[in-house]
């Protein structure tokens, strides 16, 4: 059995092997072209003589082929044609010699190329009954009701006058449809729409013969008051940069429209809670214009929270179309956008989210080209649908952004997210900017442009950089800087950046640039640690210069030398806070800028050289010292005064050291009349104002206390100093 079947299986290819390779191998015989269609054609006042004949050669000839026509009685032929290809439609001439106005004609075609010939079907016809007379005039046409009236040229042909036929269709629509046949002279329309403007064509019968259909008459819509709602959009330029938004309508058809619209109404609400109303003559200066399809508002709608637009005519306005403004914010929904495109057609896809949202209404898809205002449309489908589609003309190596928005039941918009098509790619463009921003020893930083969107004949996958021809770095196209590392210092490169798309890489843009050496960054760590220290320092100074002794108290003992007890200077007497403080010093009161300060003298008296009221004693150092006695201490007085904020006299004598204490350093002339407390002996020639304050006697050291000890230089540090 399988041997049987295995045959005749065999049997059938064999057969019909050579159909199957036949036209592969050669053409063959011409297709059979279809019967000719013969008559005699008339104008308005007379028919002409000759027979008029054409044929459809149903398929077109894969290779040369002659067509002729051929009638009997009689042999008789013509040549149609001797063309090529892309044969159509062909007309042949009968002259009124070459055949008999009496009796019968019979016409056919014959088509011939290199294998053979093929004859149409034979047509037969009267020549007396083949008059084509010319298509009916129409007289008038009327809006209430619908109807027209025309009138045939039969009568003046001497012919018998046959049917009429009419067909029409509305203006917005482009099918025909056939209407009532069998009518004379005119025609009634039924079921007419309201605000729609209607075309129609008539022909008729003479004798046989129908005429062709007459030229296109219009009877024009009823004008009302405008219907439905303009469909509402903005261009808000190239996302996410935008820059502002500019509002933009289709015009509305013919069927809505209702009549001529005279202009458009808007009305721009903003958000402190004005409004502004445009319509008529200030439509031009708000930059209003339209071409074909749409409209634009060329006024800017910044700060402005919604609009709304409506249409009128004469008898009056649309509905007002609101929209709100978008949300700025970034891409809400991160799926992606799928794009097909040509340069014809544009088709755009996306994916529904898992739960469609009860507010939303509808999606609104958009594209623009980058850089060109006018290309510019949009299209709004219900939530539920997941594709749209374009139908324009899309130039070659131009971006057109694809952009899809949600639109809420409450009017709010929101962008969703976009995506770059072209309908042809091209290499990119040369980049505009690359540069070397920072150099250092053994790296750099670069940086580049790729320029404006509208610049970019093709979607850049990624950048390309490379270096003195050896490395090779792929970067992403979301990137506008790289870091070369591992870098020679002092030493000379090239590198150059350049960007790929899908039809290939683009031109290459090539700097130099010469690495530091290390010597110019070997002293900064050093530069950097004298910085901070004299930084640290001059902070301490300038905090304590203009903040006074709140400061300058915090500062640690162990900057402060050795100094007298400051509590006896009369220069510190206004400030409290400083006079229990040893390392006042630091600070310069801001009361007294330019402070006088008593220079030191030792002398040696000679024993016996001068006189005074007070004993003197002398130490082992050969220096006299006067003495004073015993008593309360000078500046236990002067603490007292302080705190009672009261200056007075204080003459007592300190009985341990049999002299005067001080009471006060005298730095000038001033300070020193106004000093009562001094003992006119110890104004004694020959010991300064200065030795009195601060130089000890020999006893004086033997009974100071730590605190004077470890303040109060003695005779022998001076001497050492000196």
């Known amino acids: 059995m399988a041997t049987l079947k295995t045959g005749w299986l065999l049997s059938i290819l064999l057969v019909n092997l050579p159909n199957c390779i036949a036209p592969a191998v050669s053409p063959g015989l011409p297709a059979t072209p279809s019967p000719p269609e013969c008559y005699i054609p008339c104008d308005e006042k007379s028919c002409f003589v000759d027979i008029h004949c054409t044929l459809d050669p149903r398929e077109e000839p894969q290779i040369p082929t002659n067509y002729s026509l051929h009638w009997a009685p009689g042999n008789n032929s013509v040549v149609l044609s001797t063309r090529g290809l892309h044969v159509t439609r062909l007309t042949g001439l009968i002259n009124r010699e070459r055949f008999n106005h009496h009796g019968g004609l019979r016409v056919w075609v014959q088509a011939m190329n290199q294998h053979g010939s093929a004859k149409s079907e034979e047509a037969e016809f009267d020549p007396t009954n083949i008059f084509k007379p010319p298509p009916p005039k129409v007289l008038s046409s009327h809006q209430e009701p619908y109807e027209i009236h025309w009138i045939s040229h039969c009568d003046q042909l001497e012919l018998t ?421 040893p390392l006042t010093w630091i600070c310069i009161p801001v009361h007294e800028p330019h402070p006088k300060i008593s220079l030191l003298e030792v002398v040696e008296i000679q024993p016996g050289s001068s006189k005074s009221s007070l004993e003197e004693t002398s130490d082992t150092d050969g220096l006299i010292r006067p003495a004073v006695g015993e008593g309360s201490s000078q500046m236990d007085c002067q603490d007292d005064q302080l705190k009672d904020g009261i200056t007075k006299e204080c003459p007592r004598t300190d009985h341990k050291y049999r002299r005067e204490a001080y009471s006060k350093m005298v730095d000038s002339d001033e300070e020193r009349d106004k000093e009562d407390c001094w003992n006119s002996s110890e104004e004694e020639e020959g010991t300064s104002d200065y030795e009195k304050h601060f130089m000890p006697t020999v006893s004086e050291e033997e009974g100071t206390s730590g605190y004077e000890k470890h303040f109060m230089p003695t005779v022998s540090d001076i001497l050492a100093v000196l």
């Open 161 to 581: 006058m046959g049917p009429c036929a009419v067909r029409h269709r509305t203006e917005a629509d482009q099918v025909w449809v056939e209407g009532e046949e069998g009518v004379y002279g005119s025609h009634t329309f039924e079921n007419v729409m309201p605000c729609t403007a209607y075309e129609f064509q008539v022909r008729c019968a003479c004798t046989g013969l129908t005429s062709d259909w007459s030229n296109i008459e219009r009877i024009p819509a009823i004008e009302t008051t405008p219907v439905g709602k303009l469909d509402v959009w903005m261009d808000c330029g190239i996302y996410p940069s935008i820059s502002d938004c500019f509002l933009t309508w289709k015009k509305l058809p013919v069927s809505q429209a209702c009549g001529l619209i005279l202009g458009y109404e808007v009305r721009l609400s903003y958000k402190n809670g004005t409004s502004v109303v445009v319509n008529g003559s200030m439509a031009e200066r708000y930059g209003m214009w339209c071409d074909e399809v749409q409209c634009r508002f060329n006024s800017s709608l910044k700060d402005a929270s919604s609009v709304s637009v409506s249409a009128y005519n004469a008898h009056g306005a649309t509905v007002p179309s609101y929209l709100t403004l978008p949300v700025p914010g970034k891409e809400k929904n991160k799926q992606p956008l799928h794009l097909k495109m040509n340069e014809e057609n544009l088709t755009v896809s996306w994916n529904l989210p898992s739960q469609l949202s009860d507010t939303l209404r509808q999606y609104v898809v958009q594209y623009k080209q980058a850089g060109h205002p006018q290309g510019f449309d949009w299209v709004k489908v219900n939530k539920s649908q997941t594709a749209a589609f374009f139908k324009g003309q899309f130039e070659i190596c131009k971006p057109h952004q694809v952009s899809l928005f949600e639109v809420l039941h409450n009017g709010k918009v929101h962008h969703l997210l976009s995506a770059i098509g072209y309908s042809r790619q091209g290499v990119p463009a040369k980049l505009p900017s690359f540069e070397v921003p920072f150099i250092a020893a053994t790296h750099v930083t670069l940086r580049w442009d790729p320029g404006p969107l509208s610049k970019q004949d093709g979607l850049i996958l990624y950048y390309q950089i490379g270096l003195d021809g050896q490395n090779v770095y792929n970067v992403s196209a979301s990137r506008r800087n790289f870091t070369l590392q591992h870098l020679s210092p002092g030493q000379k490169y090239g590198v150059w950046i350049r960007a790929v798309s899908a039809s290939g890489p683009g031109e290459n843009v090539t700097v130099t640039f010469e690495t530091k050496h290390l010597e110019e960054f070997a002293n900064y760590p050093v530069l950097w640690v004298i910085l901070c220290v004299f930084g640290v320092i001059f902070l301490i100074v300038v905090v304590c210069v203009c903040r006074g002794n709140k400061v300058c108290s915090k500062v640690p003992l162990f900057y402060c030398d050795k100094v007298p007890d400051p509590r006896n200077s009369h220069i510190f007497s206004e400030m409290r806070q400083q006079i229990n403080d």
